[in-house]
């Protein structure tokens, strides 16, 4: 049996640009495609050659206050592997994001920031 890669996450978020530029700047990230999409919206996708997030923002925004870790199907957070943990914090603190929950367990040392979307992100380091 092959084994299959993750190639990306769809999530939607506010201003999709906006966040596709913050990712972009925050994690080395390019943007790979942009465009229409689903219902007069519009969507880009960011990230590496191998995998991406697409960020999808509707032609009316649409806003959800229940917490995604309370209902089934919901975003938790995205986990995103980096080399320097400390150089990541430091770009999403400039970014002006509050990180939290630091952890040093095995196999990595992580912290954790969300963003203006009420999206969750872990920042993890294996290094």
């Not at 990306?8 to 080395?28: M, Q």
């Not at 996708?45 to 995998?51: K, L």
Request: proline residues 4%.
């Amino acid at each position: 049996m092959q084994t299959g890669l993750l190639e990306h996450v769809n999530f939607t978020v506010s201003n999709s640009e906006k966040t596709a530029g913050i990712l972009c700047s925050l994690f080395g990230w390019k943007i790979r495609w942009s465009g229409p999409a689903l219902g007069g919206g519009t969507t880009f996708h960011v990230g590496t050659d191998d995998s991406y997030v697409a960020l999808y923002t509707p032609l009316t925004t649409v806003v959800s206050s229940t917490p995604t870790y309370g209902f089934q199907g919901g975003l938790n957070h995205i986990g995103i592997v980096v080399a320097d943990l400390d150089a990541a914090e430091a770009r999403v603190k400039e970014a002006g994001y509050k990180p939290h929950n630091h952890s040093d367990y095995e196999p990595g040392k992580r912290f954790y920031f969300d963003d203006n979307n009420g999206v969750e992100f872990e920042v993890v380091s294996y290094a």
